[in-house]
């Protein structure tokens, strides 16, 4: 089935010759409309001519901020629109299923969308087309671009075949699309993120300095609704298919899995990458690394380090965050001093006594920082954090005023908060259980190496914990995200093998909300109340605090730095945004600050950092033991088949007259029982279609299939509100009858 929808549909129907009126309308009405698009590709030819002689004047994406880039902003704009109107329907078109596979047509678009008569989204070949989105580069709905920013070249699975779909404007002031970037700046270094940059998440930022790489982090993305059966999503490889001989080594700032999750997919690609991380990060690699059957070359290095690597000299600074031994990057090269913050914020008083070495950072910033990389994560909100020391106090109260079993749901990888658990647990006389894999993984490297510590006997196994007095125990586990797989989550709904939570437990989230989570997690506390337990966030108490910088803090960083130029990371749009303003308000130029997204490249060439041109950087998909592409119709399908249930049917025709030889076969799946009647329904329309379809002389099974399709899509769209996902099956069958012969008959003559 996937080779027969594949191809485009045939048309067999024959019209009788068009009447001398017609012709002379339908000649007239083309003609105008053909007058019409040439003039309106004159208009956008110059309007792009005047826009792109403005290029070198727009070193950044902004949003207005800039006076020399307003104007041309506004011009933009304003031809954006122009293009919107003249595309029509070009993005429009028939939104039912059976023609997303046949997505190009005649009345193409080449020069930014501007035919009228188009109801496709543009361009000459099925779902491909020459290319997507024109040359129009300040083409807002384009798919394409400029230059070779289309998504597969001169085919659907051209060059970009493992890349995800594009979104080409991430924010609703990102008017200009960006042409390829010219070839690498001699002497000067070229920075490239393929993740992490106007998104939260699969942090992967690639430097490129007279023809050497190097890489700092490589973490993943975990997927959200819309990409459902997909395990992870990786930063786009694209980039480096050809590099990979050329990459000097992996730098890694912490063990989030956020900035160390895809490394073992960035080893398939080549297997000997030099990894410099801390040491407890180190440990982590590695046992992430043994999962996959790998043995990582790894390289331990702290905040008094110093590494060369090709034409990349590297030093490090010591970094408060969420997790133990964190490091900042200082990268040196012929052009210039960059400083990577990673993750970070400023506690003054951390429980492991590592605060943010400012100091350095300061001393970096008398060298002179030529670019400043700083996290973006909590640019928009103003103040200081909160210490991770007074989280402590809070957690022994709770604890100790707790009559039975007290579970408290923290970050894998947070061994202070963890330390502050197991400290309260004592005091309180209680034991301590961990639940979860990634936390019982964790936590037994933690210990190993020092960083979590307990009296002999404090830890016990869950097979113990689930045996002992409910208020001798404290339950340390995962699942503050609200996953579905994970342990809170799964005693929530009574799921959990050891542990059932019962009327008056405590249950403590000791952590924040990540952005597009908050549904899964609230129904996580209401299930949990609805048992009867008490559960205590962060808006109840003093539970937790964020472990990356609020904007009073980054004012600091910034002040103790004083770069040249500043490109603000880590984060979305928003925050991207308000880390700008915070760089601008302790003395940054408004015009050495770019914003960039995943894909655009940023050039420090003679000290000073601008955008010279962008690439298509789609999604890389884990799916089950597979990574690669996973194609935007296959998520069409499969949020078709959760969300709108499945039909499959099943027609024998024969295969000379099309007739039906029996009654279609249906089967639905995802519908309610009040639906069972639809069964009967759809058999009737079925058979109406082969009949129809029989006495017009068609045979042909794909376009018996695609009208059944049609039909049926149509009957429950406007009887039952559905879309499901409809699978037709036609058999073609001899209807010929075969006389059975004598026995004697059969047996040959000697």
């Known amino acids: 089935m996937t080779e027969q929808r594949s191809r485009s549909r045939k048309v067999t129907r024959k019209a009788a010759p068009p009447s001398a009126e017609t012709t002379a309308t339908s000649e007239a009405g083309n003609t105008g409309a053909a ?53 029509g329907n070009s993005r429009g078109g028939s939104r039912s299923r059976r023609s997303r596979r046949q997505r190009g047509g005649n009345n193409n678009s080449h020069n930014g969308g501007n035919s009228n008569n188009s109801n496709n989204k ?62 690498a700046p001699k002497n000067g270094l070229r920075i490239v993120a393929l993740g992490g940059i106007s998104e939260i998440g699969r942090n992967m930022t690639v430097f490129e300095y007279n023809n050497r790489l190097l890489i700092i982090d490589c973490g993943v993305l975990f997927p959200s609704s819309g990409e459902p059966g997909v395990d992870l999503i990786l930063p786009d490889f694209g980039y480096l298919e050809d590099k990979w001989d050329r990459v000097e080594a992996l730098v890694v700032t912490h063990g989030h899995e956020d900035h160390i999750g895809a490394i073992p997919w960035l ?58 031994e964190c490091l900042g990057i200082a990268l040196k090269t012929g052009a210039g001093l960059v400083v990577h913050t990673g993750d970070i ?34 640019a928009a909100t103003p103040g200081v954090s909160g210490s991770e020391a ?75 914990a689930s045996k002992m007095a409910p208020h001798k125990v404290v339950l340390v586990t995962t699942g503050t995200q609200g996953e579905p797989m994970a342990a809170l989550s799964r005693m929530a709904r009574r799921e959990h093998r050891q542990i059932t939570v019962r009327d008056g437990d405590l249950i403590i989230l000791s952590s924040s909300l990540v952005p597009g989570n908050e549904e ?21 108490a003093k539970v937790h605090t964020s472990g990356h910088g609020f904007a009073g803090e980054l004012l600091y960083l910034y002040n103790a730095a004083r770069p040249r130029n500043a490109m603000p990371v880590h984060g979305e749009w928003r925050h991207l945004r308000a880390n700008r303003d915070l760089a601008i308000a302790t003395g940054v130029n408004a015009n050495n600050i770019p914003i960039a997204q995943n894909g655009v490249f940023v050039d420090l060439v003679n000290g000073h950092a601008k955008v010279v041109g962008q690439m298509t950087v789609g999604n890389l998909y884990v799916d089950g033991v597979r990574m690669g592409d996973i194609d935007t119709e296959v998520l069409e399908d499969r949020t078709a088949m959760a969300e709108g249930g499945l039909v499959s049917i099943t027609v ?14 249906v089967q639905t799946k995802g519908f309610s029982d009040d639906a069972r009647d639809m069964i009967g329904e759809i058999r009737e329309c079925v058979d109406n279609t082969m009949m129809d379809m ?40 001899t209807s010929e009858i075969v006389e059975e012969l004598d026995e004697d008959e059969s047996l040959p003559s000697l």
């Open 35 to 87: 007058e019409q698009a040439q003039a309106n590709n004159a208009s956008n030819k110059d309007q792009n001519m005047n826009n792109n002689s403005h290029a070198d004047v727009v070193t950044t994406f902004n949003d207005g901020g800039q006076a020399p880039a307003a104007d041309n902003q506004s011009a933009a704009t304003g031809n954006d629109r122009d293009q919107q109107s003249n595309s």
């Open 652 to 665: 024998v025709i024969d295969n000379r007259t099309g007739r039906p030889l029996e009654a279609p076969s």
């Open 267 to 324: 080893l398939k690609q080549r297997a000997d990458i030099p990894i410099i991380a801390s040491r407890f990060t180190c440990a982590l690699i590695s046992a992430k690394c043994q999962e996959h059957r790998q043995r990582p070359k790894l390289i331990e290095v702290n905040e008094d380090s110093h590494e060369s690597r090709g034409p990349f000299d590297l030093r490090f600074f010591a970094v408060n965050h969420s997790i133990p």
């Open 390 to 464: 007074e989280i402590a106090p809070t957690l022994k109260r709770l604890v100790r005023d707790a009559k039975q079993r007290v579970i408290i749901a923290s970050f894998a990888s947070n061994v202070s908060r963890v330390q502050s658990a197991v400290d309260a647990a004592v005091a309180a006389g209680r034991k301590v259980a961990f639940n979860g894999r990634s936390m019982i993984r964790n936590m037994e490297i933690a210990e190993r190496m020092g960083y979590l510590n307990a009296p002999r006997g404090t830890f016990v196994t869950m097979d113990e």
């Open 694 to 733: 029989a006495g017009a002389g068609e045979n042909d099974p794909y376009r018996m299939a695609q009208s059944i399709r049609r039909k049926v899509g149509k009957l429950i769209s406007d009887k039952w509100k559905r879309t499901p996902f409809i699978v037709p099956t036609v058999v073609p069958m």
């Open 520 to 540: 899964a997690v609230f129904g996580v506390i209401n299930m949990l109340s609805q048992i009867g337990a008490t559960v205590v966030t962060g808006r109840d």
């Open 122 to 183: 543009s361009g000459d070949n099925n779902r491909g087309g020459s290319n997507r989105g024109g040359n129009g580069g300040n083409n807002r709905g384009g798919r394409g671009g400029n230059g070779g920013n289309n998504r597969g070249g001169n085919n659907r699975r051209g060059d970009d075949r493992r890349k995800g779909s594009l979104k080409a404007m991430q924010g609703a002031d990102l008017t200009k699309r960006l042409p390829a970037p010219p070839k």
């Open 345 to 378: 914020k400023l506690d003054q008083t951390p429980l492991d006594g590592r605060p943010t070495d400012l100091p350095a950072l300061s001393r970096f910033g008398d060298e002179g920082i030529d670019l400043f990389l700083c996290d973006s994560t909590n």
